[in-house]
């Protein structure tokens, strides 16, 4: 059974603490990404990374960073939380990267991230 | 105007009924997603297309690339449907999310 998860379901932080969130998958995806969930705007990108080490901005991604080390895992960075990045944070990965390419995104469960 | 529309935004309906959720975009695609999000936040994949018709169950999904419309129809609906379906195309490199129908099945 594929999987994707996530470190924490709930997590309550402090403004201007730095908070990291990980995310990993089992089905040696190649493509990983981080997308923020708000009332009435959906799903929104922050970064995505199509290989280990490769990184590209996603359309929100002031106030994060990521890392990705491993294949397996990819890391989304609050540097200085503030109250505006409270919000469901979710992780998904999808097989390969290309244009062509016709793979559905797996999402991990979320993390409800407070910030205070 | 958002690139991905959904409509209805909110739809009640009684167990057993037929049920569409409607997805309109503007912007060329590959293939488009319906997902399926519970209270809770878990997304799960229901259908991954980019022409014709697929059927899963009680559910059918269908898209029309040259009208850049897809529907997901649900038959015989039960209380256990009730969550956000959403759309999402596939815009290279990555996904366009729609807002989501938020669907209610009521005993």
């Known amino acids: 059974d594929v999987k994707v998860t996530q470190s924490s379901r709930y997590l309550v932080k402090r403004t201007g603490e730095k908070v990291f969130l990980e995310c990993v998958q089992d089905m040696d995806h190649e493509n990983m990404f981080w997308y923020r969930q708000d009332p009435g705007l959906g799903l929104r990108l922050i970064y995505f990374s199509y290989d280990v080490k490769m990184k590209e901005k996603g359309d929100i991604p002031e106030g994060y960073s990521v890392s990705r080390e491993k294949k397996e895992r990819f890391s989304l960075i609050l540097e200085s939380a503030s109250t505006n990045q409270t919000s469901m944070y979710l992780c998904?990965?999808?097989?390969?990267?290309?244009?062509?390419?016709?793979?559905?995104?797996?999402f991990g469960p979320g993390t409800r991230l407070t910030v205070l | 105007k958002n690139e991905v529309e959904q409509s209805p935004q909110n739809l009640t309906a009684q167990e057993g009924e037929f049920i569409t959720i409607n997805c309109s975009y503007s912007v060329g695609i590959s293939a488009l997603h319906w997902l399926q999000q519970h209270p809770g936040g878990g997304i799960v994949s229901l259908f991954m297309l980019s022409s014709g018709k697929k059927k899963h169950g009680r559910l059918i999904a269908t898209i029309n690339i040259q009208e850049k419309h897809s529907s997901l129809h649900i038959t015989a609906s039960h209380p256990r449907d009730s969550a956000v379906y959403i759309c999402?195309?596939?815009?290279?490199?990555?996904?366009?999310f729609g807002p989501g129908t938020r669907l209610s099945v009521l005993p």
């Open positions: 998904a990965s999808t097989q390969s990267y290309g244009e062509s390419s016709y793979n559905e995104q797996f």
């Open positions: 999402a195309v596939k815009r290279y490199p990555t996904f366009v």
